[in-house]
């Protein structure tokens, strides 16, 4: 079946570094939708960015992401990180049209350090 | 608006004992999916509903586990005879369109379900 695979449970980083999160993922269906979704602590997890082109860079409050089909990637990128930037990572899959249901990653954590 | 309310917020039950955990989604949505979340597994698909009607229940525990939709305004997860590997929190969250593909979900703040 379908899956997501975020091999990183926790990624920490000092501020100002790069981010870059992993998510990889399998499916059958061609027309599928990649997702990332954070989860702030005490808050509800709330959409990131979202993509279904193949190759295109979809941005988002200074996060960044590419969809490669070639590799099945969609890995979460930002240049500089910040102390807000700590918080739970989701990378999630739609299957294809009509279906709602997202398949989420194990998720990742990234923690910012002064 | 209020977002997605998930009540309670935090229920402690004993081994064996049963929990119902509510959801209200946003006015006007159209779709409503629980997952459960926990460190392990990160966020489990349970089951959703569009228009009330269910969907896909393909998470769901079969033998402890159930939902309904008795209305367009609120959604009950049902754990009968609660087992500690319950434990998680369980989110709610509604999509405005039914579900369809690529469309946003907004969650709820979850409940903590802690089985002693």
């Known amino acids: 079946g379908d899956s997501v695979t975020q091999k990183e449970g926790l990624v920490t980083l000092t501020e100002g570094l790069p981010v870059m999160l992993n998510c990889t993922y399998q499916?059958?269906?061609?027309?599928?939708?990649l997702f990332w979704y954070v989860h702030y602590l005490n808050e509800s997890p709330r959409l990131l960015l979202k993509?279904?082109?193949?190759?295109k860079r979809t941005e988002h409050q200074g996060f960044h992401a590419t969809l490669h089909k070639s590799s099945s990637s969609f890995h979460l990128q930002k240049s500089s990180a910040q102390l807000s930037d700590s918080a739970l990572y989701y990378c999630?899959?739609?299957?294809?049209?009509?279906?709602?249901?997202?398949?989420f990653g194990q998720g990742t954590k990234l923690s910012i350090k002064p | 608006n209020a977002g997605v309310i998930q009540t309670p917020r935090h229920k402690v039950t004993g081994k064996g004992q049963e929990a119902t955990l509510w959801c209200e989604p946003i006015?006007?949505?159209?779709?409503v999916f629980w997952y459960r979340q926990t460190i392990v597994q990160g966020l489990e698909f349970l089951t959703y509903f569009r228009n009330q009607a269910p969907i896909d229940d393909s998470g769901m525990p079969k033998e402890r586990f159930s939902a309904q939709m008795p209305n367009q305004s609120h959604s009950t997860l049902k754990i009968q005879s609660t087992q500690p590997q319950d434990s998680a929190v369980y989110l709610c969250?509604?999509?405005?369109?039914?579900?369809?593909?690529?469309?946003?979900?907004?969650f709820g703040s979850g409940t903590r379900l802690t089985v002693l």
């Open positions: 999630a899959l739609s299957e294809g049209y009509n279906q709602g249901k997202l398949i």
């Open positions: 006015s006007g949505h159209s779709a």
């Open positions: 993509s279904s082109t193949d190759n």
């Open positions: 499916t059958i269906y061609s027309n599928a939708f």
């Open positions: 969250a509604s999509s405005p369109l039914g579900g369809l593909s690529a469309e946003t979900l907004y």
